[in-house]
């Protein structure tokens, strides 16, 4: 039987160049498609709801107005920005601390190494657990061992204190997330050749003076890269503050991501929900495209 | 003079191993302080001063949260949601990173699609999950294992994109060409040649995609209502948040939902640093 | 089966690395592809292969126009610089891939793996994995991963840059006679002359995209086609001397050297002003006693090879020659030294363009 499909070479039937051609669009269109639907889409779905009335009959920007005179969104971006410097600043030093006391060579360093990255990899829900049993006030693991030292520890009511609040979940994350710090600077140290070191030496800089002006500048963008993951990651913090504190007490530890849920899934203001995340999108863009131009200029210079 | 110095060199040295040990206690004993509660009777739990070493062991806490309660649930829905979002995420991560890796798209396609897909990544979750659950309540899906799996799958997508970018790109292309000259078609060639040489990093990838799918908290707590789909780490949190809590009970669940996730770990020990960085920072 | 490129033009955006190549080969010739790198000896390859898709223009394998076809439907077969063998797969199993992509059965594949393997002298390393092997081993292994089938063409891009010295020459031998056995066409691309000198049947020079002179390995060398060809083939190169030919006198004149020319000679360069003499170094020669015809000449150094002897010099112009002499010539520096040309063997350029003259 004739077909209109007979080709001109027996043999297999090979793709032609241009149905080669389409391959690598069939390939990436199904995660295009997938991102479309779930990662935009919701995202301009958002866009809708935080630009209409309630009953979603009419465009408004009363939404945004709002924000303005709203004291707890206030108090949460407050509590976010605190939060994340607090944070940032100490995991940082403690963890370039760690990462140049574990870069040489010594006995046992990969099991150490190990060892002080198991916070990281906790579910975040396990961390708030962990915590909850160490600070409990009456029982918990810290007071215990306190007042074991012949401490008085009534006034060390941890989550239900304001301010000891604040300070434990920062205390938290600081447990959790400096082995983060620690790992990715960690890597970039070693990713410095010995050529520079050895330079150095030779030319009499003390080990200050190495360290200042040969081991930062070169470890500048493992720095950046470190700064800019965790910043990322402050700013939209929610899991183990959940778990701890759920914001409290009253509001002293809720942050803008909190705030968002509870105001969502809480009071069901979903229009008002969605438009305090895009400040917190807008904020985490605007920081990460500064980290980034920085990172940029590193490359460049 | 000399002497002095090798003095100070020792004393650094004992300095170093003093703070190191501190940082791993300080790392590890609250970790530890959990594992000794799901194991201890109620009375050890509450002594004052803490019993951190000598206590009577006993499982009984274990078999409470499992067997009685329905921590053994959770704990079944968490593995199927992590398994299938993972392999989801593989299967079509893999191929669009082979096709932005090996394929010249027109007008620098290749290079932005990669940043966009990663950028989609970089959304704070709190901001898809509002219109989520509301299309999720739209779809008549809330509550159910199928919504985790598609949330878990499109949030794993960019990370499996972006790990097996960079996993591809360190295969020569020299493989590839070599495969096509001897015959292979282009996904014959991906099948046979290439992937058995990235399996090393498709393995570390999956499980990467699997500790996240496990640690999800966000939105499997807005996503998830009832028993019926509710992740282990949900099922803790909406026990701890109760007023009467039952330490022993949270502690043993608390220790199951970390064993896995620490095994994985230390599993994908060597690409660790790139993983947590997404090739960011080359470990 | 033999190759044709028909007007082949190839660019990347603005960049032509393959300029309008017209190039056909003989049934079941080795053809090398000569020149120095990003010349686009490489590219037109990869072209053929399908690994690079033609800008304009046509590539036939046969009569069959292959522009359009996937690399996998060419029915050919190519031995890459790097070898590329399949680090996850034993040498057996490399040397058996192109035939289990074509579902070849097993006893077949077998029977013809070992056939090759041992054509190939590596039977001995069939389980072992490419890891374990040597660059000559791998070397042999990318081979018989080209000849275990049948294919139209060979394609050899660069296959023993990465042996050396001794290997290398030792190889090129066992190619030659490999391909002599085959029959089949050949396309090897080198930027080492020698290389193309004893593999080709003939050898086209390359130069920017370009095609400079397609001939014998014989007439590359005697007849080059311009100055670049002259230049690139041939080690030590060939020397050059600017100047001009004085029709009157019947000479090639630069400065105070004069070189008397031939009747044809004359006819060659005739018309052109500014003329470049091209003549290799075993066509100069060097004695330290006066001779009829000789040219004086200062020593700036010698090289000893063993079996002959380099002889670098400075003419009074001050252009700078390299004369090949006798292995026990022997001449401190600034020796005086007389030079005598084998004028009967000199090219001639013209200056500006660089083409051949005659």
Known sequence: ?301 | MREGGRGTEARGRVMKYVLVVLAVLWALLPVYWMMTISLKHEVDQFAVPPKWFVFKPTLAHYADAFLERSFGQYLLTSAIVAVVSTLCALILGTLAAYGLARFRLPAKLNTRLALWILSTRMFPPIVTAVPLFLLMSDLNLLDTLASLVIVYTAFNLPFVVWMMRGFFNEIPREMEEAARVDGDSRLGALRRVVLPLVSPGLAATAVFCLIISWNEFLFALTLTQTDRSMTLPVGIAGRVTQYEIEWGVMSAAGVVAMIPILIFALAVQRYLVRGLSMGAVKG | MNVQFINVTKSFGSAVVVDDLTLSTEEGEFVVLLGPSGCGKTTTLRMLAGLEDVTSGDILIGSERVNDLPTQARDIAMVFQSYALYPHMTIAENIAYPLRVRKTNREETKRRVREVASMLEISGLLERRPRDLSGGERQRVALARAIVREPRVYLMDEPLSNLDARLRVQMRGELKRLQHELGTTTVYVTHDQSEAMTLAHRVAVMRAGRLQQFDTPMNIYNRPANRFVAEFVGSPSMNFIEGQVDEGGRAFTSGQLILPLTEAQLDRTRGHLAVTLGIRPEHVQVSTGARDGSTPANVYVTELMGNETFVFLRLPGGEKIIARAPADFRAPEDTPVRVSFELERAAFFDAESGEALG
């Open chain 1, 1 to 301: 039987m004739p077909s209109l499909f007979s080709r001109t070479r027996s043999g297999p039937a090979y793709p032609s160049h241009t149905k080669e051609r389409a391959l690598p669009f069939l390939l990436v269109a199904p995660t295009v498609a997938v991102l479309l639907a779930l990662s935009i889409y919701p995202l301009i779905y958002a866009v809708k709801v935080s630009l209409q009335t309630e009953a979603g009959t009419a465009w408004t920007l009363q939404n945004f107005a709002r924000l303005l005179r709203d004291d707890f969104f206030q108090a949460a971006l407050a509590h976010t920005l605190v939060y994340a410097i607090i944070a940032l600043t100490v995991e940082f030093l403690l963890g370039l601390g760690l990462a140049v006391l574990l870069n040489r060579e010594m006995r046992g360093r990969s099991f150490f190494r190990a060892a002080l990255l198991v916070p990281m990899m906790l579910p975040p829900v396990v961390v708030g657990v962990v915590w909850r049993l160490m600070l409990n006030p009456t029982f918990g693991a810290v007071n215990g061992t306190l007042q074991g030292f012949g401490a008085n520890t009534e006034a060390l009511t941890w989550t239900a204190h304001p301010t000891l609040a604040f300070a434990s979940v920062i205390l938290v994350d600081i447990w959790q997330w400096t082995p983060f710090m620690f790992l990715i600077l960690l890597a970039g140290l070693q990713a410095i050749p010995q050529e520079p070191y050895e330079a150095a030496l030779i030319d009499g800089s003390s080990p200050w003076q190495t360290f200042r002006h040969v081991t930062l500048p070169l470890l500048k963008p493992a720095i950046l890269i470190a700064l800019l993951l965790r910043t990322m990651d402050l700013l939209r913090v929610f899991d183990q503050i959940f778990i701890l504190t759920e914001g409290g007490p009253g509001s002293a530890t809720e942050t803008i991501s909190l705030y968002i849920h509870r105001t969502a899934f809480r009071f069901g203001d979903f229009g008002y929900a969605a438009a305090m995340s895009f400040v917190l999108l807008l904020l985490t863009n605007f920081i990460s495209l500064a980290y980034i131009r920085l990172l940029k200029g590193q490359e460049a210079a």
